[in-house]
């Protein structure tokens, strides 16, 4: 560089820079506008009664903490952060088993391991609304094969959206079939650059297929079984599509996870001001996991 | 960065040398050899079976709907009664407003990321975090404000005000995936362009970009997919005007619900394009889905 600094003058590394900042700066002043300005305006109408019916309750502060108390004793809100805990931890462990079984058996160097590999993707991929739509058909008795074929056997079973006692698991079970490859996926390449020669060794020594798993295998995908199930529980606060379209949070409240409530309060009901103070929640909620994950190490962007 | 996308790569198709540790054998029983790729594909048949049963479904002429056999003549009813609504106006919309957004996260995220992997500057790692941090970020969080905003400002209900929302998530995708394409060109290259007189976005324009060429097109294709995937945000910012087709479907659903074939050939149209672009780029599919998850 320093051979190009001398060609092209004195001012060449500045000129540089500035180039440099020319590229950069209309993205961090979009960025600016589109994220940090409306997070900004959310905290400030979580602070305000805004609602349809109260449009110039918008720069009314007098109360400001007035949502937050609501909240507080709303058992609606406080439910539906219950049947979030449980959708997230239900569905991130079963994705997280069933991807990292499907990644064990498909580590293979075989044609068909490596083209069901491929197709094993197609869930991730997919429009969700389309996945929605896909277990709409399943869980409706009318046109659902499972529904039908149970009936033909003699035991027809209630849809399982329409039950209350397992609409979740039903939207659990549906997420992952969704959301599964993605951990397959991970594991899969954290597979692919665990070292041979340990695992060679140890054969040489009598390991069982298990010890090798156990001993070896497994405390190598650990760390990226760990940065999986904390993406996926950070993904897993943005449920909506399925919900929205196989139970509408129903039957009763069931499956209304804190999300789909703030929704309800905003676009249902217009009370923007104290959706908003939900949207807070969540975010913040949000932003602690995401922090669990730096705190991890994982997205040091230099350290290698 | 490049270090971890030969692993990824791998995890989809490429081959693994040190896979048998076994000594070879000879002639191993033939359920012993294929055990692991039957099973395979066998589980792949039951997870994808919901899948192709909504294919199959689209195809299935509509007085057959509540028969159970898999014997019927494939009719493109379904497809064909799609012409007659307004269907077809709301797939267009959805085109128009995933090409939108991705020439403009492009235009506007391209040089950003050039930017990001030549020019080591304090708090650029700050930076680089918290643009990546924007895609974490719940889309409720967004609606509000910008279903408020676009209430004052007239872009509720259009095509462009859906596309600028679709920046929140496209714009981190653009600048974190194409830094790792930019950092794959050595510098050496565009040095020797400096030396010849260019500047440093002349040098970009014609060393750097041509040659992270197919990096590029990954990349446009992922922020179409995340686009066109989007329903959430479709639909609250929408009504009629710029409804997109997964609005749509969801229409039919509501309002239209008995009509399973229809509904079924929607669904199946809408998710084509993802299911085509998925097979034609999937190796870098796979670096931008998970992108920000691999340890670099």
Same mark, same amino acid.
Do not use: S
């Given at each position: 560089m320093a051979s190009i600094a001398a060609l092209r003058g004195p001012g060449w590394e500045a000129a540089r820079h500035r180039a440099f900042l020319f590229g950069l700066a209309p993205s961090l002043a979009v960025l600016l506008a589109i994220t940090l300005l409306p997070a900004a305006a959310l905290l400030v109408a979580s602070f305000t009664p805004l609602s349809l019916t109260d449009p110039v309750g918008t720069f009314r502060f007098d109360d400001p903490l007035v949502n937050y108390r609501h909240l507080l004793a709303d058992e609606r809100f406080l439910g539906s952060i219950g049947t979030q805990l449980k959708l997230s931890v239900a569905s991130v462990v079963l994705q997280l088993l069933v991807g990292l079984g499907l990644a064990l058996l498909l580590d293979g160097k075989s044609k068909v391991l490596g083209a069901t590999r491929t197709v094993f993707l197609i869930p991730m991929v997919l429009p969700p609304i389309v996945v929605a739509l896909i277990w709409k058909i399943m869980f409706t008795p009318d046109v659902s094969p499972i529904h039908r074929a149970l009936e033909a056997v003699g035991l027809p079973v209630r849809s399982l959206i329409a039950n209350p006692d397992t609409a979740l698991w039903a939207i659990a079970f549906a997420d992952t079939w969704q959301w599964f490859p993605f951990t397959m996926l991970m594991v899969l390449a954290s597979l692919q650059m665990i070292p041979s020669d340990p695992i060679e060794a140890a054969s040489l020594d009598g390991a069982t297929r298990w010890q090798l798993f156990r001993y070896i295998v497994f405390?190598?995908? #650990?760390?990226?079984?760990?940065?999986?199930?904390?993406? #996926?529980l950070i993904d897993s606060f943005k449920a909506f599509p399925l919900i929205y379209v196989l139970t509408d949070g129903g039957p009763g409240t069931v499956t209304e996870v804190t999300n789909y409530y703030g929704f309800i309060q905003a676009f249902n009901f217009s009370y923007w001001g104290y959706a908003s103070a939900i949207a807070v929640v969540i975010l913040a909620g949000v932003f602690l996991l995401s922090w669990a994950v730096g705190k991890l190490g994982w997205n040091d962007h230099d350290r290698r | 960065m490049t270090g971890a996308s030969p692993a990824i790569d791998g995890a989809i198709g490429v081959v693994r040398e040190d896979e048998d540790l076994a000594p070879p054998r000879r002639r191993r029983p033939w359920l012993q050899a294929h055990g692991r790729a039957l099973a395979a594909v066998l589980l792949?048949? &039951?997870?994808?079976?919901?899948?192709? =049963?909504? &294919?199959?479904? *689209?195809?299935?002429?509509?007085?057959?709907?509540?028969e159970d056999g898999l014997l019927f003549t494939p009719t493109l009813e379904g497809f064909a009664s799609l012409l007659q609504g307004n269907f077809l106006k709301s797939f267009w919309n959805s085109l128009a407003v995933s090409t939108l957004s991705t020439v403009l996260s492009l235009a506007i995220g391209v040089p950003a990321a050039y930017a990001l992997t030549r020019w080591r500057f304090p708090g650029r790692d700050r930076i680089a975090l918290w643009i990546l941090v924007t895609r974490m970020a719940p /889309?409720?969080?967004?609606?509000?404000?910008?279903?408020?905003?676009?209430r004052w400002l007239g872009l509720q209900d259009t095509l462009v005000g859906l596309a600028i929302v679709y920046l929140t998530f496209n714009l981190?995708?653009?600048? =974190?995936?194409?830094?790792?394409?930019?950092?794959?060109? /050595?510098?050496?290259?565009?040095? *020797?362009?400096?030396?010849? %007189?260019? %500047? &440093?976005w002349q040098a970009f324009w014609r060393i750097t970009l041509p040659l992270a060429a197919p990096g590029l097109a990954a990349t446009a294709v992922l922020c179409f997919i995340f686009s066109w995937n989007d329903f959430f945000y479709a639909l609250i910012l929408t009504r009629?005007?710029?409804?997109?087709?997964?609005?749509?479907?969801?229409?039919?659903?509501?309002?239209?619900? @008995?009509? @399973?074939?229809?509904?079924?050939a929607s669904g199946t149209l809408v998710m084509l394009p993802v299911v085509i672009f998925t097979v034609l780029v999937r190796t870098?599919?796979?670096? %931008?889905?998970?992108?920000?998850g691999v340890k670099d």
């Open positions: 405390p190598h995908i #650990r760390p990226v079984l760990i940065v999986c199930g904390l993406f #996926r | 792949l048949l &039951v997870v994808m079976f919901p899948f192709l =049963w909504l &294919v199959q479904l *689209a195809f299935k002429p509509a007085a057959d709907i509540f /889309p409720i969080a967004f609606t509000i404000p910008f279903f408020l905003a676009y981190a995708i653009v600048i =974190w995936l194409m830094q790792t394409f930019f950092e794959a060109v /050595p510098p050496a290259l565009e040095e *020797a362009a400096y030396i010849d %007189g260019c %500047g &440093v009629t005007n710029a409804i997109t087709a997964p609005v749509a479907i969801v229409n039919f659903l509501q309002y239209e619900g @008995w009509e @399973w074939t229809k509904i079924a870098y599919l796979v670096r %931008g889905l998970t992108a920000g």
